[in-house]
């Protein structure tokens, strides 16, 4: 496994700009677990916030056991002032 190699840092630092400069995507979404505190971590690093902390459940296959889940999303203008304050 990858943990800790900041692998998943480094593949949000594509699939962003990717996704807003190349597919003109409006808005990105990430669901994690809610007790993952890195990627939740991550994603308030890259610029994601919280839009639904409903805590619905998801089947992790790590494990095999049941996980609130925790929902982020991005907006397209959220992202570029975003990028733009921290260049």
């Not at 790590?62 to 733009?84: M, P, T």
Request: proline residues 1%; aromatic residues 18%.
């Amino acid at each position: 496994f990858f943990w800790g190699d900041r692998v998943m840092s480094e593949t949000i630092d594509m699939i962003i700009p990717f996704a807003f400069n190349y597919l003109d995507l409006i808005n990105l979404y990430a669901i994690t677990a809610e007790d993952n505190l890195r990627s939740v971590a991550l994603l308030n690093s890259k610029g994601f916030s919280i839009i639904d902390n409903k805590k619905g459940l998801f089947f992790s296959q790590v494990g095999g056991r049941c996980h609130k889940s925790i929902a982020f999303g991005l907006s397209r203008n959220d992202y570029f002032k975003f990028f733009k304050n921290s260049s």
